[in-house]
């Protein structure tokens, strides 16, 4: 028996040692010669981002404040997250804010795109305008929006009163704070979306659009039935992109509100920061961050799954 | 006639659509260039009979702030350049060893809240006695630049032709050399994308500074937030700031709009 399994492993060893020298004389492309291109940048990678996720995942079992010895706690952390009232708060406050600045983005963003499929004079310029606010430094621009918020002598009441409507506090009062945050999150993030589903538009070919003018359809037509379903990959990708970035949105926040007034517009993130910097409890701080990456984690896996079903019910509509 | 009315309403579409962008980075100029009257005034003056200089002179005058711009020059600088000098050859030698599964933990880094490293490398910072120093941001702000450029270097060297490395092999050249003389002039195009990116989001970051910087190692964008917080009333100083902050990276969108869009959306749709 024994000598049987030796035998085996022998044999297995030399047919696997002749493998590896037939394929070295054969293929001077071994892979593994590689390496040394990429191990300084695994080591970085493993100092920068592995060392904290692992850091994260130990702390948020200790009871820890900066300052003091951590004491081991085992999963008191992420019992207390229940009850505690803030962070139940700030997870419905992440939600909202997130359902807002992805749906709106990715409508305005496709009728952007739709507009920027067609050819026009300095369209490359325009692009490049459009794309402004996205690659703008986000403080910079949440200090203008601060201002323009302003209830008195801001631009924007300003502006809602050329069209006869009332004021509005905007980021001043609880019920308007976070969608006027939404507002800015939209305008900033439509021309990422747009760049998105250009790509797709422009990947369509034109015999579809040619045919379907030939037979008098209208333009929402054209677009309900030959563009929408080809650009609608490129709209997941552009929803999923946008879902991550905007469950982590933190510099717009907390340079027009700080979560306020009061915590009415405190998100997950806003939350963890004031945890963690402010009351420098970062034990639960980390409890916090490994919470918040299993909700970001569920999200992207619950959008994963509402594309999968409706390729299932387009495949089942046109059976 | 119909075709006109398109036109029309197309052209009506498009400055709908482009003029929130437009028009808000003209009110803040013209918020930088007014004096406080002209900036308190109601109904809101768009375009000021006289233009006041001073806003942008307090600023580039004031404590500091040159200070601020070279942190901000040397943290984005330190950590773009140490991210390229890494970041090209991983990504070299991940797109030859078809290793693109193990960029998984760039994507799963992406989505990682920025905070969640602040933590740590506090804590580490803290520990080996960094804090006030540059240091601690120029290290963490390869969180940011190195998987930029991985991730974008990958899409690039995947898409290079192997046939003329192949023949350089064969003619005895060392890996290191092929690299060198064969992949990355070809890749120059690719290099200069990721460089970019990883400039803009270097500058452009803010949560890391608020946490790890101190009154002398701020960055442009953590000082810019500080200045709300001291002197909130006049708002033409402010604008001019963050005018001034954020100009570089305007000036670069419009210029490098074209290797923008291929770096964003080569990342997006792969």
């Known amino acids: ?319 | 006639m119909r075709d006109f009315l398109n036109k029309l309403g197309l052209t009506f579409a498009f400055i709908v659509i482009v003029s929130p962008a437009v028009l808000f980075f003209l009110w803040m100029l013209s918020l930088s260039l007014k004096f406080e009257i002209d900036n308190a005034s109601y109904p809101p003056v768009f375009i000021p009979e006289r233009i006041n200089w001073g806003n942008y002179a307090a600023v580039i005058e004031s404590k500091r702030f040159m200070t601020y711009f070279f942190n901000t020059l040397i943290v984005t600088g330190s950590a773009t350049l140490f991210a390229l000098v890494i970041g090209v050859p991983a990504g070299y030698g991940i797109a030859r060893m078809r290793a693109r599964k193990s960029a998984i933990v760039i994507l799963i880094a992406r989505i990682t809240p920025g905070l969640s490293y602040l933590i740590p490398l506090f804590l580490l910072f803290q520990w080996l006695g960094l804090l006030g120093t540059l240091w601690p941001q120029i290290i963490i702000h390869l969180v940011v630049t190195v998987p930029i450029v991985i991730w974008i270097m990958i899409g690039y060297f995947e898409t290079t032709p192997m046939e003329l490395e192949e023949s350089a092999i064969i003619d005895g050249a060392t890996r290191w050399q092929v690299f060198r003389h064969v992949a990355l002039p070809i890749a120059r195009s690719g290099i200069a994308v990721a460089f970019i990116l990883s400039v803009i989001f270097s500058w452009n970051n803010f949560v890391f500074g608020i946490v790890l910087a101190g009154r002398e190692t701020r960055t442009l964008p953590v000082a810019v937030y500080n200045m709300i917080s001291f002197d909130q009333l006049s708002w033409g100083p402010l604008a001019a700031a963050a005018l001034i902050v954020t100009l570089p990276v305007l000036l670069l969108t419009m210029f490098a709009q074209r290797q923008i869009v291929a770096g964003l959306t080569a990342g997006a749709v792969k």
């Open chain 1, 1 to 319: 028996m024994s000598e049987l399994t030796a035998g085996k492993a022998v044999a297995k060893t030399t047919a696997t040692v002749a493998a590896e020298t037939a394929t070295a004389k054969k293929n001077e492309w071994r892979p593994i010669s590689y390496w040394p291109f990429v191990i300084p940048a695994m080591i970085v990678v493993m100092a920068v981002i592995i060392f904290p996720w692992v850091y994260t995942i130990w702390m948020s079992l200790h009871e820890w404040k900066v300052g003091q010895a951590p004491t081991f706690v085992g999963f008191a952390n992420y019992l207390r997250l229940p009850s505690d009232a803030r962070f139940v708060e700030s997870v419905g406050h992440t939600l909202v804010y997130t359902a807002l600045s992805v749906a709106l983005p990715l409508i305005l963003g496709t009728l952007a795109a739709v507009i920027f499929n067609n050819k026009f004079p300095l369209r490359g310029f325009f692009r490049g305008l459009f794309i402004l606010p996205m690659m703008a430094t986000p403080v910079a621009i949440a200090l203008v929006w601060t201002m323009m918020f302003h209830p008195q002598l801001g631009v924007l009441n300003y502006l809602l009163s050329l069209f006869g409507l009332p004021p509005s506090l905007w980021v001043f009062h609880p019920a308007t704070a976070i969608p006027s945050l939404v507002l800015v999150e939209t305008w900033q993030w439509t021309p990422l979306v747009m760049l998105i589903v250009l790509g797709g538009l422009s990947a369509i070919p034109t015999e579809p659009y040619e045919s379907a003018q030939i037979d008098g359809a209208t333009p929402w037509q054209t677009f309900r039935y030959i563009s929408l379903p080809m650009i609608m990959p490129f709209l997941f990708i552009a929803a999923m992109i946008r879902m991550i970035d905007a469950v982590k949105s933190f510099d717009i926040i907390f340079a027009i509100t700080q979560g306020g007034p009061g915590s009415a517009s405190e998100t997950i993130n806003l939350y963890l920061y004031s945890v963690a910097f402010v009351y420098y409890d970062v034990g639960y701080a980390s409890a916090i961050v490994v919470v918040f990456f299993a909700l970001i984690v569920a999200l992207a896996g619950a959008l994963l799954h509402l594309r999968q079903r409706t390729h299932w019910n387009e495949a089942g509509g046109s059976a």
